[in-house]
């Protein structure tokens, strides 16, 4: 229930309407009051299943605003934002000494949000009129630290500088609910990014710490945004960005003896490369020997040899390591054969698909693609008896491969790569994929098979 004076007039939506849920609305009108009233009974409960969509976007919700019109909330922000991306002498000094040597405009447009990325420390405030007003540029530069509407107005700031068209854009990003534009209703928005004009389309950066120039992050992607250009707003649909990748590519020397010798690769891209830089960036000695310790623990008797990492502090290229290692008594030996297993295979998902029944649809954030290619080189005593068959399944959510091949010279090569092209799986359609990742699963367990000659 909502009691409000008799002069000002509440506007409210309801969300997701259930017709198994019904909701009675009232509204009466008592000693100069407005009342409204909404009531609903035996609601069912929702059994609650991991990577479901958000709840708030499954049952009904009551949203309730004083506002009449996007209107009056698109203007109010435009006075809080107004003059706040002027840049002073300073902010003009540095963008031009960060662009001096770059002739391409992109390449002036990443070295801007790499600085604002960087070096302006995210702090959160949001209380009172900062929780919706950025600082002003050149306080933001001074700090060097702020909230994503101060960063967002330093970059659109030294981005105007170079003559280069950026703009506010405000969101609700994949953590809240998605946005009711038929109610102008201010509080759904929670983050602010920034939008650059490009021809007739916007590219949308998000200057958030750890994140590479053109890796939106997973938060943002493909939600309706609220974009406030010149004195004018209007709303607009973020699209979605390049998928998150992981890449691998491993070479493993077999010795007579049993042992093997290991080149890992692997480098990251999107979300993968963000989460994972984040991490490394503030990393100990100890903490890297802790992860590289992960990563080879399937590995018998293990020394590691080496290891490599590109520079977490670089956004310029995505983050990759390299490990060289060996272990000692990889596989087992029954008479002349030798059972080489597949340590480095994973199925991804896999735990998603382990219950019987699913209620809830599968809601991702992004899309998701791993790609692994591993060249076994096997010694010249022994040739190969077995290796597993292929495993291929493709249809609108998935495309997943699996194939292992022979190659003169003794080498035996296999390429594995997953694609999950969907952000959302109907509930109807969980029994076929369990049974498919099951298959997999059964593929994943299989192990080459060599011969002494």
Known sequence: MVTAPKDIKLTYLISNKNPKIGIREEIDELKGKRIYRWEAKDIPRVKHEEDMPLIEDMVP???????????????WFNGLIKGKTEPDDQIIAQANIITQNLKRKEDKIRALYNFVSKEVRY????????????????????NKYGDCKDKATLLISMLNVIDVLAFYAILPTN??????????????????IVAIKENDKYLYVDPIEYNLYGNL??????????????????????????SARALADILIKLEENGHINVILKRSFYGSYDRSIRSEFVTCTKEEYKEFEDIVISRYNGIRMLDSQYS????????????FTFEAKDHGQKLGGLWIVPNKVFSVGEYEMFTQKERVHPLKFDETDEKKLHVEI??????????????FEYHDSYYDIVSTYSETNGGVV????????????IPSEDYQLLREKFQDLIKHSEKQIVLKKR
């Open 61 to 75: 919700r009551l949203l309730i605003t004083s506002e009449d019109s996007w209107d009056n909330i698109g203007s």
């Open 123 to 142: 702090i959160a405030v949001s209380y009172g009129n900062s929780g919706y007003e950025p600082n002003p540029a050149p306080r933001v530069l001074r």
């Open 175 to 192: 953590e809240s609910p998605k946005l009711e534009k038929d109610i102008p209703f201010l509080y759904q928005f929670d983050h602010c």
């Open 217 to 242: 992050p997973s938060m943002d992607q493909g939600r309706d945004v609220f974009v406030f250009r010149n004195g004018a707003f209007q709303f607009e649909k973020i699209s979605r960005y390049p």
């Open 311 to 322: 520079d977490p502090f670089d956004l310029n290229n995505p983050l990759s390591m390299q």
């Open 377 to 390: 080189r096997i010694p010249e005593s022994y040739e190969v008896y077995y290796i597993p068959e292929s």
């Open 413 to 424: 090569n296999w390429d594995y790569s997953f694609n999950r092209k969907a952000i959302y």
